[in-house]
């Protein structure tokens, strides 16, 4: 059983858990409870739990705070979050700091379940992987193959020689391949068929004569006696093992080592190799991993310039329906993150803060969103899950696709109709026709000369008098004129003054006290 700790300020939600979930039925026990932050804390260094239930706001120590304090302690730990609408805020970071999952409240014990379902087979998926490597450790081979990886043996060579000669491998060249499993979107059954997968590999290379297999840092891996040079024979080995794992729902990352000479240098083989899929990340590569790839994706990638307020083209490219704009714009982040030498933890949790901060802001602003948030604060989740960078692309892109839907999407011919919307809705921000040529994919000028064909103004001049417009009612609302000023896109309140008197004919001063005489008092 998995232990549990439920942790909220409000006995009846501590209390109602424990009651209404099923725990036993899926594996879990409840093994205490916590009413804040803090004490959480200490009940968590007591019973350990593998799972913490948090609520996100709570007296002194929050969710927040308490996900990164558990976090400092066990990165493996499992957590889920509970909140309510208002919450998403706060629902948001949690995302960014790997929360397992976000509840809304009152909880709903079907999904509920179905997470802790999850979170039950991920631990069970960990603990086989770690009982597998204790086996291997036990077997001879593996010892001797491990020696060899990672240079820990002391063997003269040639007793080296004589060791890989009984075990078959005293070939004139050898070659190291790494295999990391992981799940096939769509299937299901991927923790049944990991064993299977591994075995049909195992084999596959053992029966026919082409390697030794052996395990080692939780990898499985082959010592081939048949080297694998060229794109054309990578191409083919990557095909036959895609044949062998077909039916399993597992698939293969494979990353190849260079050819070495002798028993010595497997060694660096195997640590090429590993290198690789610690950058698998970032390579971008169809088949198998080679040094060909990691070289391509070191060069040419030095100054590329941090793309500028893409939090406000993508809010802007979503708000008026232009779906081209979204992937150039992803893409110039990713190449970014990727030449300034971000992690792929560092990528991952920009993303996942990039979609939450720009659903928060749409969501403001589009009361359609509302009713979907729980579904998108999921799929923002699903970030840290991509397994490589191209692979975020396409989740950021069709998640990003997915909440343009239930916007008014412009059609084709109604670029100018769907720019004076925007311009109504957003003329409190510092709005830029050339920002908003990019989105539209214009030419600045060519924008600006259609703008005043269909309106009679120029950009700047319709923007002003709309501010101006809103500025008007906000005053009549008693409003002080600073404020007035912030509130409809002027940083600058002088800058405000002399346009209102430019348009209107008198200082907003003056006008609020025409619109209010009752209204008194110092601006």
Same mark, same amino acid.
């Given at each position: ?37 803090? #004490? !959480? ?31 400092? =302690?066990?990165? =493996? ?24 999952g976000y509840l809304l409240k009152p909880v709903d014990e079907e999904e509920m379940v179905s997470y802790l379902e999850k979170i039950r087979m991920d631990h069970k998926q960990a603990e086989e ?29 040639? %007793?080296?020689? %004589? ?25 299901? +059954? ?6 299977? %997968? ?16 052996? +395990? ?34 597992? *698939? ?21 190799? $590993?290198?690789?899929?610690?950058? #698998? ?35 802007? !490219? ?25 992690? #792929? ?6 993303? !996942? ?31 840290? *899950? ?17 909440? @343009?839907?239930?916007?008014?999407? =412009? ?89 209102? $008197?430019?348009?209107?004919? @008198? ?10 005489? #009752? ?5």
């Amino acid at each position: 059983m998995m232990k549990v700790l439920i942790v909220d300020d409000e006995p009846k939600v501590r209390e109602g858990l424990k009651a209404i979930i099923p725990w036993e039925d899926c594996g879990f026990t409840v093994a205490g409870t916590a009413s804040n932050g803090l #004490e !959480a804390v200490e009940q968590y260094e007591k019973i350990k739990p593998e799972l913490v239930v948090a609520d996100i706001r709570m007296p002194g120590m929050d969710g927040i705070q308490l996900i990164q304090t558990l976090r400092e =302690r066990d990165d =493996r730990l499992r957590i889920l979050i509970l909140s309510g609408y208002a919450d998403f805020d706060y629902a948001k970071k949690a995302i960014a700091h790997r929360a397992d999952g976000y509840l809304l409240k009152p909880v709903d014990e079907e999904e509920m379940v179905s997470y802790l379902e999850k979170i039950r087979m991920d631990h069970k998926q960990a603990e086989e992987k770690r009982q597998w490597s204790d086996v291997s450790e036990k077997w001879s081979r593996d010892i001797f193959v491990q020696s060899l990886l990672t240079h820990t043996g002391d063997e003269e060579e040639t %007793a080296l020689e %004589a060791k890989a000669e009984s075990l078959g491998l005293n070939g004139k060249a050898y070659q190291v391949m790494l295999i990391d499993f992981h799940q096939r979107t769509g299937s299901s +059954s991927y923790l049944g068929m990991l064993e299977e %997968a591994e075995k049909r590999i195992n084999d596959y290379f053992e029966a026919s004569g082409r390697g030794l297999a052996f +395990s080692v840092h939780f990898q499985t891996g082959i010592l081939l006696k048949s080297t694998v040079l060229g794109e054309q024979m990578r191409r083919q080995l990557y095909g036959e093992i895609s044949a062998v794992l077909e039916g399993t729902g597992v *698939q293969a990352t494979i990353a190849l080592g260079p050819l070495v000479r002798t028993i010595h240098e497997i060694s660096n083989s195997y640590e090429a190799a $590993r290198e690789l899929l610690d950058h #698998e990340f970032f390579i971008d590569s169809a088949g198998i991993l080679c040094m060909e790839d990691a070289e391509a994706m070191l060069s040419g990638e030095m100054g590329v310039p941090e793309p500028e307020d893409l939090e406000g083209r993508l809010f802007y !490219a979503m708000d008026i329906g232009s779906r081209e704009a979204l992937e150039p714009l992803i893409h110039s982040a990713g190449d970014w993150l990727k030449a300034s030498g971000a992690s #792929e933890e560092a990528v991952k949790r920009y993303f !996942a803060e990039l979609l939450s901060s720009l659903l928060a802001r749409l969501s403001a602003s589009h009361s359609a969103l509302g009713s979907c948030l729980k579904d998108y604060t999921d799929r923002i989740a699903l970030v840290y *899950q991509q397994r490589n960078l191209q692979e975020l692309y396409r989740h950021v892109i069709e998640l990003l696709n997915l909440v @343009m839907e239930p916007l008014a999407s =412009r059609s084709q011919g109604q670029d100018i109709k769907a720019l004076l919307d925007f311009i109504h809705r957003n003329f409190g921000d510092n709005l830029k026709l050339e920002t908003l040529a990019g989105v539209f994919n214009y030419n600045t000028a060519y924008l600006g000369k259609m703008f005043k064909n269909a309106t009679g103004e120029y950009f700047n001049t319709y923007l002003d008098k709309v501010r101006i417009e809103h500025a008007k009612q906000y005053l009549q609302q008693g409003m002080k004129v600073y404020q007035v000023a912030e509130k409809v896109g002027y940083t600058n309140v002088d800058y405000f003054h002399s346009k209102f $008197r430019k348009y209107v004919g @008198m200082s907003p001063s003056a006008y609020r006290k025409n619109g209010e005489p #009752e209204e008194g008092g110092r601006v």
